[in-house]
Structure formats: C-alpha cells, structure tokens
C-alpha cells in the first residue's frame, strides 16, 4: 500500500493495481479490467464516456495537460501564475507557458499582467472557457449513455 500526495496535494492511500515493466504499465492477471473477471468501476465508465464525447464533438481537441490545466484554472479557487501551474502540473515553465498559449488561443483562459507585480503573469478564466466547462459538465452527466451506446 502506498500512501503519500498526488501531484495535486491530494492524500493518497491507494495500492498501486498496476506493474511497471519496460516502461509500460500492465494490470495484473488476477486485476484485468475490462476482461470480463473483474468488473470495470464506473469512474473509468465516465471518464471513457467523457473523453469519448469530446473526441467526437466538433471543435478543437485537447491535450491531457491542457485539459488538466484548464479543468485547475476552472475548478481551483485560488489565483494560478505560470510559476504556480508549473509547480502544480510538475511541467516546466516553459512547458506551462506553451501550454498556456494553445487554451488562449481557443480563448479558454487568458494572461494579466498582476498590478502588484509586474513580473507576475495572472491566469484568468473566460466567458468561453466558463462555456466549455458547462459543456463538460453535461458530457460527463451522460457519459456512461455514450460508452454504452
């Protein structure tokens, strides 16, 4: 069992179910998911349905960090710079920074310069973004439909 923070500072008591080999994650025969000798559990159900619908629907795909990033910006309360996504994300500045430029350029979020301090670069939500977050919340409400459609 292993017992320590996530990369979002969550408190984690979960036992690994996976084996690293090669690189590689594979479940172990007596865990295999989806095999039929296990039932698969129904985040994964969601989150499959999820990722499905957003695949299929019109529009511009994300990344997983681009999504993990903006998904923060909309559901963390507190102000995010680029110093502190890079922190959060374990992604270099420079990472967060190209990162960054890919939602702004579909208008998800967008910089401001902090008044305070001007070497500070302030991420900040948008009317589109607040859109995109409500559509997300419908997709995952009726992802489980979609996966087994």
């Keep these: 069992m292993t017992t320590g923070k996530t990369p979002f500072g969550f408190t984690s008591n979960l036992q690994a179910p996976a084996l690293e080999t ?14 039929g000798n296990a039932p698969v559990p129904e985040r994964l159900v969601t989150l ?5 619908a957003l695949v299929r629907r019109d529009g511009r795909d ?8 903006f998904m923060t910006v909309y559901l963390d309360n507190q102000v995010h710079t680029v110093s502190s996504m890079a922190e959060l994300l374990n992604i270099s500045r420079p990472g967060v920074t190209r990162l960054l430029d890919r939602l702004a350029e579909y208008d998800l979020v967008e910089r401001q310069e902090d008044r305070n301090d001007r070497r500070r670069v302030l991420i900040r939500r948008t009317v589109r973004g607040t859109a995109f977050l409500r559509e997300l919340e419908e997709i995952a409400r009726t992802a489980p439909a979609l996966v087994h459609a």
Excluded: F, I, K, M
């Design 62 to 69: 994300l990344t997983a960090r681009q999504l993990t990033a």
């Design 48 to 52: 499959h349905g999820t990722l499905l």
């Design 22 to 35: 090669n690189g590689l994650v594979a479940l172990p025969e007596s865990e295999d998911v989806g095999s």
